[in-house]
């Protein structure tokens, strides 16, 4: 039977771990290839490098960031952040990732996702979200960084996504996103419900519970943290084992 | 050496740097004589069937590899795998290498989320020079065709609605894993490992 994925991400500006609220007071708390290495040893399932550096220089350095980690660790990386051109996932790809993932260039530009889907395969292209609840039921999607409503209907959007020929979909809810009190299981089954592709699930995670959670509640495939693994509030392996105690199949 | 064969499809540094994690000697290559002179193959890919056949052809590599197939370890690869099969129908009917009986189909039962994505358990069918050190073994899957193949050349399989082929061969010098084991942590490692060791 297919396991539920535990996936850490890792937020990397100019080749450093950092995190913040918010974009605000972000600090460094490391090397981003010791931090995949170290997740790889607590059982993580794939590991997400989320790139928020805006320069050129810093894309070279986040490519040496894959290029370094791919050769120490061996489960799937995922790079998001900055990817706006078939060059640049064909640059990302060849660096060692293995999807990488799309958000705000692919809401003002879809053809990005079917003409990487068309290249590169289905299987390398993620399309990450992230939506916002403007009635109970309804949702609209968000690009950069959650702070521009562009009004599109989010299950309009999750549908042209799976047509375009995306292999998964990482759903970020801003509602619960940094509130730490469990993943937008509304949203989530909503979005999981109108596709047949992978979701993963991101935004929201603050306890050990929440992950089984989302797994017992939805049919999403993964589930996605960040600050809960960076700080080691929790490792991966906890997050498993709590999982696997409520009888969730996890590897 | 093992030559990881250079055809323009899929992510073949992966292959390459867990082959280099490993210490077994590898070279990616897409020249005749260095897969005449290889000790064992690799076949990756990632993408669809028939365009990895149309480049294998462009490439005039197709009769080389089933050559050298008769007289050496060969290890396909995901679509590499599925190209060892005698055909596909993955958009159209498209003939492959022929090197085990068998055919490649859509993964096509209702409410399963395709592609077949994620870690799936291992099922060991028939013993394999490739399990050797394997115990329960979770491996890395990402696909959205399947092959259909004989029982006796199915090693291992995994459960996603029905059976899905994981581990197959020919009884003699080709094997092939749908799963990718450079993907696959240390289960994948482990079998990369014995597959150099060969």
């Given at each position: 039977?297919?396991?539920?994925?535990?996936?850490?991400?890792?937020?990397?500006?100019?080749?450093?771990?950092?995190?913040?609220?918010?974009?605000?007071?972000i600090k460094e708390v490391g090397d981003p290839v010791e931090c995949a290495y170290e997740y790889n040893l607590q059982g993580a399932d794939e590991i997400v490098f989320y790139d928020i550096t805006a320069?050129?220089?810093?894309?070279?350095?986040?490519?040496?960031?894959?290029?370094?980690?791919?050769?120490?660790?061996?489960?799937p990386l995922t790079v998001g952040g900055g990817?706006?051109?078939?060059?640049?996932?064909?640059?990302?790809?060849?660096a060692g990732a293995d999807k990488v993932s799309v958000n705000s260039q692919a809401v003002k530009n879809p053809q990005l996702i079917k003409d990487g889907a068309d290249i590169f395969g289905s299987q390398c292209i993620c399309v990450g979200i992230d939506a916002k609840a403007i009635a109970p039921g309804k949702w609209t999607v968000y690009i950069n960084g959650?702070?521009?409503?562009?009004?599109?209907?989010?299950?309009?959007w999750v549908k042209q996504i799976e047509q375009l020929g995306a292999g998964e979909i990482c759903l970020n809810s801003i509602d619960t996103d940094g509130v730490?009190?469990?993943?937008?299981?509304?949203?989530?089954?909503?979005?999981?419900?109108?596709?047949?592709?992978?979701?993963?699930?991101?935004?929201?995670?603050?306890?050990?519970?929440?992950?089984?959670?989302?797994?017992?509640k939805t049919d999403c495939s993964a589930a996605l943290a960040a600050s809960l693994f960076h700080f080691k509030e929790l490792t991966v392996q906890q997050v498993k084992e709590d999982c696997r105690s409520k009888g969730i199949n996890v590897r | 050496m093992i030559a990881i064969i250079d055809y323009g499809a899929g992510n073949i540094f992966s292959v390459k740097n867990a082959l280099?994690?490993?210490?077994?000697?590898?070279?990616?290559?897409?020249?005749?004589?260095?897969?005449?002179?290889?000790?064992?193959?690799?076949?990756?890919?990632?993408?669809?069937?028939?365009?990895?056949?149309?480049?294998?052809?462009?490439?005039?590599?197709?009769?080389?590899?089933?050559?050298?197939?008769?007289?050496?370890?060969?290890?396909?690869?995901?679509?590499?795998?599925?190209?060892?099969?005698?055909?596909?129908?993955?958009?159209?009917?498209?003939?492959?290498?022929?090197?085990?009986k068998g055919y490649v189909d859509r993964i096509d039962e209702p409410g399963l989320?395709?592609?077949?994505?994620?870690?799936?358990?291992?099922v060991y069918n028939h013993d394999c020079p490739l399990f050797e050190g394997l115990e329960e073994s979770y491996v890395y899957f990402v696909h959205s065709y399947k092959a259909f193949c004989d029982d006796k050349d199915l090693y291992a399989y995994c459960e996603y609605g029905s059976r899905v082929?994981?581990?197959?061969?020919?009884?003699?010098?080709?094997?092939?894993?749908?799963?990718?084991?450079?993907?696959?942590?240390?289960?994948?490692?482990?079998?990369?490992?014995n597959f150099a060791k060969m």
């Open positions: 039977m297919l396991a539920k994925r535990i996936i850490p991400c890792l937020d990397v500006r100019d080749g450093k771990v950092v995190k913040g609220v918010n974009f605000e007071g320069s050129h220089e810093g894309r070279g350095v986040m490519l040496d960031v894959v290029r370094n980690t791919a050769k120490k660790v061996f489960v990817i706006g051109s078939v060059d640049d996932i064909r640059e990302t790809l060849r959650g702070r521009i409503d562009m009004g599109i209907d989010l299950i309009d730490r009190g469990g993943f937008d299981l509304p949203m989530l089954k909503a979005v999981v419900d109108a596709v047949s592709i992978p979701v993963i699930a991101s935004g929201g995670a603050g306890k050990l519970g929440d992950f089984a959670e989302a797994f017992l | 280099d994690y490993l210490g077994a000697e590898c070279r990616l290559t897409s020249d005749i004589k260095e897969l005449e002179e290889a000790d064992k193959l690799i076949l990756p890919g990632v993408g669809a069937f028939p365009a990895a056949m149309d480049m294998l052809k462009k490439s005039g590599l197709v009769r080389a590899i089933k050559e050298q197939a008769e007289k050496k370890p060969l290890l396909g690869i995901c679509l590499g795998m599925q190209l060892l099969f005698e055909k596909s129908y993955e958009f159209e009917e498209c003939e492959g290498l022929g090197l085990i989320v395709i592609p077949h994505m994620g870690w799936n358990k291992l082929s994981a581990v197959v061969g020919d009884g003699k010098f080709v094997f092939g894993t749908q799963f990718h084991p450079e993907k696959s942590g240390a289960a994948g490692l482990k079998m990369l490992e």
